[in-house]
């Protein structure tokens, strides 16, 4: 499997690129107000309007760097029915991919009930690497916040 490696604050994780749609460089998006301070805004890609979040916000409390290297991935969220929909993510130092055997990935050993999205670890040379689940990164509440209409 391929994962696209990305940073939070000094530590690497990892995205099964299977979950993600397309890469993009950084763009203006527009502020959503009354929402979890983590949701970054929202823009419009090929017509459709796509939610965004910041992994370094949500993780950290802090919003992601804003370098060449730190990019908007757009992902494929679940929504209740047959139908993905685009949920944008901003991820720091996205640019490197790597190759693991889901075999290789192994728990923790801590308990990530506050932070449901993070999943189990591998290492190499950077360090222990941290998968993410894309289907965990939303509270309900947020989820039918920034998806009303799949909520219905």
Same mark, same amino acid.
């Given at each position: 499997? &391929? ?5 939070? @604050? =000094?530590?690497?994780? %990892?995205?099964?690129?299977?979950? #993600?749609? #397309?890469?993009l460089?950084?763009v203006?998006?527009? !502020? ?6 983590w949701?970054? /805004?929202?823009?419009?890609? !090929? *017509? !459709?309007? #796509? ?9 950290? @409390?802090?919003?992601? !760097? ?6 908007? #991935?757009?992902?494929?969220?679940? %929504? ?7 949920? @944008?993510?901003? &991820?720091?130092?996205?640019? $490197? ?6 075999? $290789?990935f192994? /728990?923790? /050993? ?8 993070? *999943? ?6 950077? *360090? ?8 965990d990164?939303?509270?309900? $509440? ?6 009303? %209409?799949?909520? =219905?």
């Open positions: 499997m &391929l994962f696209l490696l990305f940073k939070i @604050g =000094q530590d690497h994780y %990892a995205l099964d690129t299977s979950q #993600v749609a #397309v890469v460089s950084l203006s998006l527009k !502020q959503i107000p009354a929402t979890a301070p949701v970054a /805004g929202v823009f419009t890609y !090929q *017509g !459709q309007s #796509v939610p965004v979040i910041d992994l370094s916000q949500l993780a950290l @409390g802090r919003p992601a !760097q804003r370098r060449l290297s730190t990019r908007i #991935v757009l992902v494929h969220y679940p %929504a209740p029915g047959p139908d993905s929909r685009l949920l @944008g993510l901003v &991820l720091e130092k996205s640019s $490197e991919i790597m190759r693991r055997e889901p075999s $290789e192994r /728990g923790s /050993g801590l308990d990530h009930s506050d932070a449901p999205y993070l *999943g189990p670890v591998t290492d190499d040379a950077r *360090g222990l690497i941290q998968s993410v689940r894309v289907q990164l939303l509270p309900p $509440e947020v989820r039918v916040q920034l998806f009303p %209409a799949a909520e =219905q």
